[in-house]
């Protein structure tokens, strides 16, 4: 007999079949039986009844740990009153039995369970967690691939910072002296663009950032996109539609998992284009108004962003940005030089910033004066200039933090939970 995936349980009614997967709880009462299985599709419970099957085989069902593995055969039935589908089991085969397991049914605090992360994958919330991320990653490449985007690898191992030479972490290479983690690939598929129009690029990134705070990693997933002949408002329209469709994908494709997740889908079914928009200044007006003490020209801090969306149920374009707290590439704002033309895009709920992204500067002399305003090594960004040389045109482009754009689908406040194995300035392990 060929195994089934519990995903697919529905097509076997009444039938026998197999399921090979993991015992995760289990209740006896007399006798009759009940374990829970997964096998990393779905969940069924395996109803065991004494007298249907061999002494043996109640003894295996009765004395089998949390965690074991096993091949368990039963007929697929639909309980009467809820309309779940159950195994009434016929056979188990044991694969191993586990020793005991470490992650209980007390809480644990998270310490604990991120030192046992290995384990605590399998535990349902954080199985719903990768599973949303993998909606979010295919959702990602299915919207952009019709929408005319190309998926372009960007270098890991560069020569130079992107986004700050405060969180790059340095490495030794070889004879060429210093290498550094890439903190983002946009600078590389800028140069795509000048061969496809249009690309994306989808990878780990590394901040050195002493930040400890939920939303942040040292190690996390990029998606950077960007595209020829687009200014800052196209820009904004991409990143909406896009964020859309992710958010109507997961509401789609991931309802059993919102719903092992608690997560409240009302506020996520009314993500829908357009989003809000704001300019930094009108943001900083409307944070003095909510007793923020931010400065004009500040850069806007995380409590800054969840309170600026207390009151908005879709998410903000915060736009323009004085240049001087954001990035070298960015390009001015013609109608104020001291503005860049820029927009992060808040999540609600206080979720804070999803997407950092702007206009590039694409004249060679201005970007080459900015560079050097910037203090960074001109040489390393011979290259990058270059690309103002031969058929410059106007360009923009913006990227995403796959885990915190997880953490706000999913309502988990804390990042580390959504990525398989966190890396954070206190934890390298496992
Ligand atoms: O705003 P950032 O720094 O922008 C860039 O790196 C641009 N080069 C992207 C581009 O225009 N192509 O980072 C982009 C996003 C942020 O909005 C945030 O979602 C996420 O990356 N991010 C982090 N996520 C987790 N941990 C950190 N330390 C993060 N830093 C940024
Ligand atoms: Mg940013």
């Known amino acids: 007999m060929k195994p089934t995936f ?78 779940v589908y159950e195994l009434q089991v016929s056979n188990i085969k044991l694969v191993q039995m586990a020793e005991e397991y470490p992650i ?27 599973r949303i991320r993998n909606t979010i990653i295919n959702a990602t490449y299915e919207h952009l691939n019709s929408t005319g985007f190309i998926k372009i690898d960007s270098p890991i191992l560069t020569p130079a910072a992107c ?28 140069a795509a663009i000048m061969s496809h129009g249009r690309v994306f690029d989808f990878g780990p990134v590394f901040r050195a950032e002493k930040s400890k705070t939920r939303r942040h990693l ?18 904004l329209k991409i990143q909406e539609n896009l964020v859309s469709f992710i ?11 919102l719903k092992i997740l608690e997560r409240d889908i009302k506020p996520l079914e009314k993500i829908k284009a357009p989003f809000y928009r704001m300019t930094h ?35 903000l374009f915060v736009e323009k940005y004085p240049a001087k707290v954001k990035a070298f590439y960015m390009k001015r704002d013609p109608a104020n030089p001291e503005l860049a033309l820029c927009a992060d895009l808040l999540a609600p709920e206080g979720f804070g910033e999803i997407i950092g992204g702007s206009q590039r500067e694409d004249d060679y002399n201005v970007l080459l004066n900015r560079i050097k305003e ?47 194995f966190p890396r954070l300035i206190n934890r390298l392990y496992p």
């Open 163 to 190: 986004e700050g030479t405060t969180t790059l972490f340095e490495l030794e290479y070889f004879d060429l002296g210093k290498a550094y983690l890439s903190q983002s690939g946009q600078l590389y598929i800028e």
């Open 374 to 420: 910037h203090n960074l090594p001109v040489k390393a960004f011979d290259w990058y200039l270059d690309l103002r040389k031969y058929g410059s045109v106007p360009h923009s482009g913006f990227g995403y933090g796959l885990e915190r754009l997880t953490g706000w689908i999913c309502g988990t406040p804390h990042i580390r939970e959504t990525i398989p």
């Open 281 to 315: 200044a009108e943001a900083v007006a409307k944070l003095h108004k909510l007793g923020s003490d931010i400065k004009e020209d500040d850069d806007l801090g995380g409590d800054d962003e969840t309170l600026i969306m207390q009151d908005l149920d879709k998410p």
């Open 218 to 235: 040292t190690e996390f997933w990029m998606m950077d996109a960007e595209a020829a002949f687009v200014e800052h408002d196209e820009n």
């Open 6 to 83: 519990i995903s697919e349980i529905a097509h076997h009614l009444d039938k026998r079949t197999i399921v090979r997967g993991w015992v995760y709880n289990k209740r006896f009462s007399g006798k009759i039986g009940f374990l829970q299985i997964r096998d990393g599709t779905g969940f069924i419970q395996g109803v065991v009844v004494q007298k249907d099957i061999p002494e043996a085989m109640w003894e295996l069902a009765n004395k089998i740990t949390l965690e074991s593995s096993a091949i368990i055969e039963g007929t697929v039935t639909k309980h009467p009153r809820n309309d």
């Open 104 to 130: 209980g049914k007390k809480e644990h605090g998270p310490d604990f369970l991120l030192d046992n992360r290995h384990l605590w994958l399998r535990s349902s919330k954080q199985w719903a967690i990768q």
């Open 247 to 257: 958010v109507e994908s997961v509401l789609k494709k991931n309802q059993a998992e």
